[in-house]
């Protein structure tokens, strides 16, 4: 839930990179359409202005003038001129001496800013101005007559100045046009954009993808996950250090799994190997405790301690040649439809425990079960129980409906001091001895490493726990049917306190 | 701090260039070329000669025609009969005292000597300037001429015609 919270706020690789794609385009195009624009506009103007100022100065040179003019005249003189103004007619405003005159019904216009008046007059140049009056642009130019041929110098003033307006509306039109050109042109640019942005967000997505996929299939321990190497950039780079990685990592696995192995099939050699010495010595023991009585007293004594030893000796052997018939995998399950009530009372009555153990079994629980295996288990259990904790000690049965299915949970419960909380976590693990000062127990110290096997291996649990009014006690639910197929190695086994 | 940065920068650049965008800016005064030249009727071929009279904005031609006898002498003497109706509706005025009398006129090299019996001292700063540039310019067409203007009070050098 969080997790799909977080990777809505965070923006994916993907949506990073088109969006750096897309803002590189809009800068890119932004800029250039920019940059292209000024120039263009400032050259459509500078033609448009510099052919009006050149038109203006032909025209006005192309009349004969009588001085002093009059208005008549000057009138004329602007209708004249104004007549020809190209591409557009302009209003054109004469001025000499105190007359004023135009083409149009007013003799001066507005648009005329003091400015261009006083640099027309002062310097005998053309003289020019843009002038944008309520939103339209006009083009405002005063040229100052003089009196002379071209190519002689000097002229003289002949108090004539003639203003000339045009309208810049066509080249503000062409002006709009490349912006409405550039506007309607950036946008399929973008989209044109996305294209290589999707491209090459794949083209980095896909490897991303691969490692993920990769790492996460090592994770479950495919150790033999490898990514395809594609290319020479960074990311294949990066594949490849993680195939190196893989590699090594299986390597190492592997090794260890083959140290394992050479190990516990040293173990399951070694013990197989004293099995025979020791069953001639069981044997000889026997004879020899049997013998014990008319031997003098310190020779039986150490007579039957090699006898007893002798003993502990034999069931350790067979204790760790059981687990390693679990380690190699070699332990196999002989089910068989059993009441699970009379089985744990014939494993009482077998080691005569009646006396010491009271039982809470109800009657006609029937499950599937190996009767050898659940004996071990019961008797385990029940002998730790006994040993270690103190009388009463009870076993109760009962079955139990999980979502996983029909249980059978057998519940041994001592009235002893109860398991220290340190002891709790390792109670299952080998040799543990959970009392420190009592090194040489009665037991081989795989019991409860036993029970945990055999249960297991019938898809169970066996929990250790402290119950709340005193004593510990020792859980084992079974399926009443096991799974067909094996149960996975590691299954979850909790040994915590209840309370 | 590096990365927000950049990006800033990059949203930037556009938002620079944009304010001088769209459609057409006004601009300050910009002087292009020669002014026009314009030639007058009669032009001095033809009879027409140049006599300056005082404008709104300092002194002007207007054309005089001589019907063929454009001298300087001419000139100088049309200009003493001051402005007539068509000068006085532009606008234009002389400040020359009316002269009906007799005038000496002596051309040597580039010097005028221009002779009348009545003071000139009082005469003003732009009459000196008409007075100067019309003999000028019916002299000579560059109007480098030297004008001495002798009165019975004095004798005064006239500034040269700027034009």
């Known amino acids: 839930m969080i997790r799909a919270l977080k990777r809505l706020g965070r923006i994916g690789l993907r949506a990073r990179l088109v969006a750096a794609f897309l803002l590189v385009a809009v800068i890119a195009a932004g800029t250039t359409a920019t940059l292209i624009y000024q120039e263009a506009r400032s050259a459509i103007l500078q033609q448009a202005q510099d052919t009006a100022v050149d038109q203006l100065r032909e025209q006005i040179g192309a009349q004969k003038v009588e001085l002093p003019m009059t208005r008549d005249s000057l009138r004329q003189l602007s209708l004249t001129v104004g007549r020809q103004g190209k591409p557009h007619p302009w209003y054109v405003y004469a001025e000499y001496g105190t007359l004023r005159a135009s083409n149009v019904s007013q003799p001066t216009s507005a648009l005329l800013s003091e400015d261009l008046r006083r640099r027309a007059g002062a310097n005998p140049h053309g003289t020019f101005q843009r002038v944008v009056k309520d939103g339209k642009p006009w083009l405002t130019m005063g040229m100052p007559v003089r009196l002379g041929k071209e190519g002689m110098q000097p002229t003289q003033p002949s108090g004539i100045m003639v203003y000339a307006v045009m309208p810049l509306n066509a080249e503000e039109d062409t002006v709009q046009a490349m912006v409405n050109a550039a506007r309607d042109g950036a946008l399929p640019a973008l989209a044109i954009a996305l294209v290589p942005a999707l491209l090459a967000a794949r083209s980095v997505l896909r490897p991303v993808r691969d490692l993920r996929r990769a790492a996460s299939s090592m994770g479950k321990g495919r150790l033999d996950t490898r990514i395809e190497v594609k290319g020479s950039d960074e990311l294949a780079d990066l594949a490849w250090t993680f195939n190196e990685s893989a590699r090594e990592l299986e390597r190492s696995v592997e090794e260890l799994q083959k140290a394992e192995a050479r190990a516990r099939r040293f173990a399951a050699d070694v013990s197989h190997e004293l099995r025979t010495p020791l069953a001639g010595m069981l044997a000889v023991t026997e004879v020899l405790d049997e013998d014990a009585d008319r031997l003098d007293p310190d020779t039986a004594a150490a007579v039957r301690l090699v006898s007893a030893e002798t003993g502990k000796l034999a069931t350790l052997v067979d204790d760790l040649m059981e687990i390693s018939r679990f380690d190699a995998k070699a332990a196999a399950l002989n089910l068989d439809e059993v009441d699970v009530a009379e089985t744990i009372a014939k494993t009482l009555q077998r080691r005569r425990w009646e006396e010491e153990v009271v039982v809470g079994l109800p009657d006609g629980i029937r499950a599937m079960l190996d009767p050898r295996r659940f004996d071990i288990v019961v008797a385990n259990l029940v002998g730790n129980a006994l040993r270690h904790g103190a009388a009463p000690v009870r076993v109760t049965l009962r079955t139990e409906e999980l979502p996983e299915g029909p249980r059978v949970v057998t519940e041994v419960h001592d009235s002893g001091p109860g398991l220290a909380p340190d002891v709790l976590p390792h109670i299952f693990d080998r040799f543990f001895k959970a009392d420190a000062a009592r090194t040489r127990s009665v037991g081989s110290g795989l019991g409860l490493a036993i029970t945990l096997e055999n249960v297991r291996l019938h898809g169970g649990t066996v929990r250790a726990a402290n119950h709340p009014d005193g004593g510990a006690v020792f859980t084992v639910v079974l399926p009443l049917r096991p799974p067909v197929a094996e149960p996975l190695p590691g299954e979850p086994l909790s040994a915590e306190p209840v309370s | ?163």
């Open chain 2, 1 to 163: 701090m590096r990365r927000p940065r950049t990006g800033v920068l990059a949203l930037l650049l556009p938002a620079v260039l944009l304010p001088a965008a769209c459609g057409v800016r006004p601009s300050g005064v910009v002087e292009v070329g020669d002014p026009a030249l314009v030639q007058t009727v009669p032009d001095a071929a033809h009879g027409g000669v140049a006599v300056y009279l005082k404008g709104p904005d300092g002194v002007l031609p207007v054309i005089r025609d001589t019907e063929g006898k454009a001298t300087a002498g001419r000139a100088v003497m049309m200009l003493f009969d001051g402005p007539r109706d068509a000068d006085r509706a532009a606008g234009l005025t002389s400040e020359l005292p009316s002269y009906f009398g007799a005038m000496g006129m002596e051309l040597d090299g580039t010097t005028v000597r221009i002779t009348v019996y009545r003071p000139v001292r009082d005469f003003s700063a732009v009459a000196r300037q008409q007075l100067s540039c019309t003999a000028a310019h019916a002299r000579e067409d560059s109007g480098a001429v030297t004008v001495v203007l002798k009165g019975n009070d004095t004798t005064l050098t006239l500034e040269r015609c700027p034009f």
